[in-house]
């Protein structure tokens, strides 16, 4: 267990609607990322959160919106649901912005009809 | 698109037998790091190596790096049936803020009782 928890575990959504998802990240990191895990590939980063600012985005679009509150937690929004964004979403904590391990959450598993 | 390549994308071994897994990947890197997944749920973090090392060991993990051929092995010696999970290599490339993990495909590891 690494501390990082997120929920919901599951969820459903029809296409065009919004979604939000939630990360409570370890003890002590300031840090969270988020990243997009497709069946079948390896994790893709969608944003990162450094003290409640954006500290870096991957490709994905606007649609795609974070958060991070002042206890660090976080929330992932996607606005306007596509299939394709079926998907696990996994939030990753880490200490002070540098270059170390990320602590990952179990995944919230997203499913759009 | 994804900078690490493991491979193989599947190895099936016999428990009591070594596992070799390999990584390559595009840029320069601060660190390359090694997650484990089992069943589609959160990242394990196995390993992690620095640019400026070659070779680093954790109990039953050994992991290689060669900066000149921008490559990486896993290798997990005395495999056990409980190792059988998704291994993904992680690199945190040096021109990017913070730390942004870009994952390759993972490899599925099979280890037979």
């Known amino acids: 267990e690494t501390g990082v928890t997120q929920s919901p575990t599951h969820l459903i959504k029809t296409r065009g609607q919004q979604v939000t998802l939630r990360c409570s990240s370890q003890?002590?990191?300031?840090?969270v990322s988020w990243y997009q895990q497709a069946l079948g590939q390896g994790p893709q980063f969608i944003f990162q959160?450094?003290?409640?600012?954006?500290?870096g985005r991957g490709n994905f679009p606007p649609r795609f919106s974070g958060l991070q509150f002042p206890n660090y937690s976080s929330e992932l929004n996607v606005n306007a649901l596509e299939l394709d964004d079926s998907a696990l979403y996994l939030c990753?904590?880490?200490?002070?912005?540098?270059?170390?391990?990320?602590?990952f959450g179990p995944g919230t598993r997203l499913t759009v009809l | 698109s994804q900078q690490g390549e493991e491979d193989p994308q599947a190895l099936s071994i016999q428990e009591g037998e070594n596992a070799t897994m390999n990584c390559s990947y595009k840029?320069?890197?601060?660190?390359l790091q090694w997650y484990r997944q089992n069943s589609g749920r959160g990242l394990v973090h196995l390993i992690l190596?620095?640019?400026?090392?070659r070779e680093k060991h954790s109990g039953r993990l050994r992991v290689t790096l060669d900066t000149s051929k921008k490559s990486s092995s896993l290798l997990i010696t005395a495999s056990r049936a409980a190792d059988t999970a998704s291994y993904f290599c992680?690199?945190?490339?040096?021109?990017?803020?913070?730390?942004?993990?870009?994952f390759g495909e993972g490899t599925q590891l099979t280890v037979n009782p």
């Open positions: 003890s002590g990191h300031n840090t």
């Open positions: 959160y450094y003290r409640e600012e954006e500290n």
């Open positions: 992680a690199t945190d490339a040096r021109e990017t803020s913070g730390s942004r993990l870009t």
């Open positions: 840029t320069s890197i601060n660190n």
């Open positions: 990753a904590s880490s200490p002070s912005g540098s270059y170390n391990e990320q602590f």
């Open positions: 190596i620095r640019s400026n090392e």
